[in-house]
C-alpha cells in the first residue's frame, strides 16, 4: 500500500493524478498480486522454502532501490516515446514500476501457507489460511495509514523508496539468516535510514519540500540583472514567483494584468481560491492594506513554504483557510453570508491538472452566490484557446454567468500555444471596456457541452490539449 500511495506522487508530476493514473496503478498491482498468487502458489508447493520466499523478498527489494533512482527517466522515456494516449502511458508507467515488486511480494502469503500446513492435517489449513489473510490485511492497513497520513508529510519520494526497500531487506535477512544476525542488520539499516533522514532535512531550505499534496521544489535564478525565487510542483510546474529585492512586487503578467484591470479603492473584499506563493496578499498589504482576503489552500506545506521562503505575514485583514476549495464554497454558499468583490481562482497548477470538481457549472454557480451584486469573478486557466478543455471550461463559466470575458495573456495573436488565459465576467453582466490586454472576441475552434459534475472528461482533453 506504501507503493501504491507513492506511486501516485510519482507518476502525477508526468501525467497528472487524475482517476486515469488511480485506475491504472490499482488495475496492474491487483493483476500483478494476482499473478503472484497463483504462481507462488505453485513454486511453494514445488519448493517450500524460506530461503527462497527470501530471495523474492529481497528482489523486490532491490527493484524499488532501482526504482528511486530511476523513476523519473523511465517517465520521461515514456513521454518521449510518441505515444500519445494517457490510458496507455498510465498503464505503461504503472506496470514497469510496480508489476515486479507486487509479483514478487504475492508469493508471500501461498508460502507461508504452504510452509505452515507441511505435515498438519487438512483440520489445520483454513484456520492458517485466515490468520495469514487476516494479518496481510492488518498490515495493509497499517501502510495505508503510515503512508498517506505520516510518511508522504514528512518525507521525499526517494527516501521513502529507500525506507520501503529497507523494511523489505529486513525481513528477508530474518527469514534467511539467524536471529542475531537479522537483528544486527536492523541497527545498520536504521541508522542508515536516519543518515538518509538528516541528509534530507538539511538540503530541505535550498531545493525539496515534501508536503501532504506536493512535491515543491524551491530555486533561484538571475533575470534582467534581479534575483527571482520561484516555487515548483513535481516536474517544474511554477507555481509562482518573487522578486528577492522587492517581494511585495508583482512577478507574474497575468498577476499584473488582474491587479491593474480589476483591483482598486472599491475593492474591499476579495476571495482568493489557491494560494501559490501568496503574490497577491503580498501586494495587496503593500497597496491597499485595508483590503480583506481570504485564501483558500488546500496544502498546509505550501502556506508553510511561503512563510519560510517568500515572506508570507499574518495581518489582521488575511485570513487562511487549509481547505479544499470546492468544500469551501460549497459551505459559503450554503451558510449564505458573504459577499465578496473579487474571487480570484488560481487553482490549476498546470495543463495536466485540472480538478474537475473546480470547473463544472455547479461548481461555478456555488461561486456566483459568493459575489456582491457587482463583483468579479476571475479565472485563471494555463492552456490553449483552440483545445476541448477551454471550450468544456468556458462553456461552464458561460452557463453560470453571462458576458464572460477571455484575454490570452502571454500571446495575445496565438490561440495554439500553451499560456495564462484569464475568464472574467462580472455578477450583474457589466463590465468596462479599458484592458491593458485586448479581449479575444474571435471564435472557438470547439463547442463542446459545460463540464458537470457528472461528466467532466478534464483527463481526457487535457491530454489532447497538452499534445
Not at 525481513?171 to 533522514?197: Q, W
Request: hydrophobic share 50%; glycine share 6%.
Amino acid at each position: 500500500m506504501v507503493l501504491e500511495l507513492v506511486g501516485a506522487r510519482m507518476i502525477a508530476p508526468f501525467l497528472g493524478a487524475s482517476i486515469i493514473v488511480w485506475t491504472s496503478l490499482i488495475g496492474i498491482i491487483m493483476a500483478s498480486l494476482a499473478a503472484g498468487y497463483y504462481a507462488g502458489g505453485r513454486i511453494a508447493d514445488v519448493k517450500p522454502s524460506l530461503k527462497l520466499l527470501a530471495a523474492f523478498i529481497a528482489g523486490a527489494a532491490l527493484w524499488v532501490v532501482l526504482l528511486a533512482f530511476i523513476e523519473k527517466a523511465l517517465l520521461r522515456i515514456l513521454l518521449t516515446s510518441g505515444i500519445n494516449n494517457i490510458y496507455v502511458l498510465s498503464i505503461l508507467a504503472a506496470f514497469l514500476f510496480f508489476a515486479i515488486p507486487s509479483f514478487l511480494l504475492a508469493t508471500v502469503s501461498p508460502f507461508i501457507i504452504k510452509i505452515f500446513t507441511t505435515d498438519k492435517s487438512d483440520a489445520g489449513i483454513g484456520g492458517i489460511a485466515g490468520r495469514v489473510s487476516a494479518y496481510s490485511t492488518i498490515g495493509s492497513i497499517i501502510g495505508t495509514f503510515l503512508g498517506g497520513f505520516i510518511l508522504v508529510s514528512f518525507f521525499s519520494v526517494t527516501v521513502i523508496l529507500l525506507f520501503t526497500a529497507l523494511v523489505l531487506f529486513i525481513a528477508a535477512a530474518f527469514l534467511f539468516t539467524t536471529k542475531l544476525k537479522a537483528a544486527s542488520l536492523c541497527l545498520v539499516v536504521f541508522a542508515a535510514f536516519a543518515g538518509l533522514y538528516n541528509l534530507q532535512k538539511s538540503q530541505i531550505p535550498n531545493q525539496a519540500i515534501e508536503t501532504m499534496y506536493n512535491s515543491l521544489f524551491i530555486a533561484e535564478y538571475a533575470e534582467d540583472g534581479r534575483r527571482v525565487r520561484a516555487l515548483y510542483t513535481d516536474s517544474e510546474k511554477l507555481q509562482g514567483r518573487m522578486f528577492v529585492d522587492n517581494p511585495s512586487e508583482m512577478a507574474g503578467e497575468y498577476l499584473n494584468f488582474i491587479a491593474d484591470t480589476y483591483i482598486n479603492n472599491d475593492t474591499k473584499s476579495i476571495l482568493m481560491l489557491g494560494g501559490g506563493v501568496y503574490v497577491l496578499p503580498r501586494w495587496l498589504a503593500v497597496e491597499y492594506p485595508d483590503t480583506n482576503i481570504d485564501i483558500v489552500e488546500i496544502d498546509p506545506g505550501i502556506t508553510q513554504a511561503a512563510r519560510d521562503f517568500f515572506y508570507l505575514t499574518d495581518r489582521p485583514s488575511q485570513r487562511i483557510f487549509h481547505e479544499d476549495a470546492r468544500y469551501f464554497v460549497n459551505r459559503l454558499a450554503l451558510e449564505g453570508t458573504k459577499n465578496y468583490d473579487l474571487i480570484f481562482q488560481d487553482t490549476y497548477g498546470s495543463p495536466l491538472n485540472v480538478p474537475f470538481q473546480l470547473a463544472t457549472v455547479e461548481y461555478f454557480r456555488k461561486v456566483k452566490t459568493l459575489l456582491s451584486s457587482d463583483g468579479v469573478f476571475i479565472l485563471n486557466f494555463i492552456g490553449s484557446l483552440n483545445s476541448k478543455m477551454f471550450a468544456g471550461l468556458h462553456s461552464a463559466v458561460q452557463e453560470a454567468f453571462t458576458d464572460v470575458k477571455v484575454f490570452l495573456v502571454n500571446e495575445p495573436d496565438n490561440t495554439e500555444t500553451l499560456q495564462n488565459i484569464i475568464l472574467a465576467v462580472y455578477n450583474s453582466g457589466y463590465g468596462h471596456d479599458n484592458y491593458p490586454i485586448p479581449e479575444y472576441r474571435g471564435a472557438f475552434l470547439h463547442e463542446i457541452a459545460a463540464f458537470t459534475d457528472r461528466f467532466a472528461p478534464v483527463e481526457r482533453y487535457t491530454l489532447d490539449m497538452v499534445r
